[in-house]
């Protein structure tokens, strides 16, 4: 067994090193480059792909969770029409509310079927009543133009009214305006109200039908008071746990009360995200086992341009195993290029993306304008880390063809 002494140096690391772009016009450098090529630009397809889908999520469940609350709780009495029946703000859950982990806020909303009228047109929508005490600055991002809802300090409701841009364009709205709102009821009722803004989600379900208006207006309207209201939307601090918070308000909530989640009411665009999760793994696969069979063939060409040097180093009493850490240093290290160049490329070209918005989208196809980034840790860690596994166990396969070598055989090899 060869040993190196007064050098903390491993003798199969010192050689790995020197076998690096020995031969600069050698068949196996030119391999060597295109294997770090290959890795470099399959590293980067992968940070790109998970930083995309990512994007695409954060970015559609913003623009939902912007309107809706994530767990959504209203009277149980079989009432299948979207104003439904309301629920006390006193309740023996409101009580409760604060001991369940998770909750971030509770807001109270009501919903109200009505035909909007201006001079020219006539046209169906759902309005959405909104409390004084909503969070407003997640809607506030979906605004185009004008400004969220005002809330007087007084018992009169406000009458501020927020359409989505495609109602504004059927109805030919623009913000200042007023019209006519007849909420369908027995006996109907009207009220005259003005527009202080327009907002645009990309989401079909929210701007083909909802507006937004004072929560207090729907109460009056259905002669609740100030001590009823349609229902109660939950919000929680971390989504990932949704399904836990869900269970804990399920038993806790009252008995006359109805839950849905988010997930199951826009069941289709959570769907949609299963499936492009897991388009990005097979992506993902089909990459890996590229970038793998290149290294494999890269060292298996180092293997046979060497093949008198393996010869020499047995001659002189290495040991298998060394001269296969020998090779498996080599390909670390065109690994390790591979890496820094993917890594450099992925996020350069994804800081491009983010901050110039170099690549455009169709609204009506994507929900959004541009390609959404969404940077993640955690996915540069499994992209990483996923590659140095898969390749790394790759590159001792082609290794175990030099214990086939013998010494005479390789030394006369030409």
Not at 358 to 379: C, F, H, K, R, S
């Amino acid at each position: 067994m060869i040993r190196r002494k007064n050098n903390n140096t491993p003798f199969t690391w010192l050689v790995a090193t020197r076998l690096q772009d020995n031969k600069v016009g050698s068949f196996s450098a030119l391999v060597a480059r295109i294997a770090m090529a290959s890795i470099s630009i399959g590293v980067a397809a992968m940070l790109l792909s998970f930083m995309i889908f990512e994007g695409f999520k954060c970015e559609i469940q913003t623009k939902i969770f912007s309107l809706v609350g994530h767990i959504r709780l209203t009277k149980f009495d079989g009432n299948a029409s979207p104003e439904g029946s309301p629920l006390p703000l006193q309740t023996s859950f409101l009580k409760k509310a604060p001991q369940i982990r998770g909750i971030e806020r509770i807001e109270f909303y009501s919903q109200k079927s009505v035909l909007l009228k201006t001079d020219e047109e006539v046209m169906g929508a759902l309005v959405k009543g909104i409390h004084p005490n909503a969070d407003s600055s997640f809607f506030s991002k979906n605004l185009v133009s004008g400004r969220f809802l005002h809330f007087s300090d007084s018992a009169d409701h406000s009458s501020d009214l927020i359409v989505s841009k495609k109602i504004a364009d059927k109805l030919h709205l623009q913000v200042g305006d007023r019209l006519t709102a007849y909420f369908i009821q027995n006996p109907p009722r009207a009220r005259r109200l003005n527009v202080c803004g327009i907002y645009q989600t990309g989401l079909e379900d929210f701007d083909e039908r909802i507006i937004l208006a004072d929560n207090r207006m729907i109460q009056q309207l259905n002669r609740w008071g100030d001590s009823l209201t349609g229902g109660y939307e939950i919000y929680v601090r971390d989504f990932n746990r949704l399904n836990q918070v869900a269970e804990a308000v399920y038993e806790a909530m009252d008995y006359q009360m109805q839950m849905e989640t988010v997930e199951s009411r826009y069941a289709h665009f959570f769907d949609w995200f299963i499936m492009l999760n897991r388009n990005v793994t097979i992506f993902m696969t089909i990459i890996l086992s590229v970038a793998a069979f290149n290294t494999i063939s890269i060292l298996i060409i180092l293997m046979m341009e060497r093949t008198q040097m393996i010869g020499l180093l047995k001659a002189l009493g290495a040991t298998n195993r060394q001269i296969r850490n020998i090779f498996f240093w080599k390909g670390m290290r065109i690994l390790a290029k591979g890496l820094l160049g993917g890594n450099l490329l992925g996020l350069g070209l994804a800081a491009l993306q983010y901050y110039f918005h170099l690549i455009p989208l169709n609204p009506e196809n994507y929900y959004m304008q541009t390609v959404p980034i969404q940077w993640d840790g955690l996915a540069f860690i499994t992209v990483n880390i996923a590659t140095i596994a898969v390749v790394g166990v790759a590159m001792w396969l082609p290794t175990v063809l030099i214990a086939r070598i013998t010494p005479i055989a390789a030394i006369r090899f030409n």
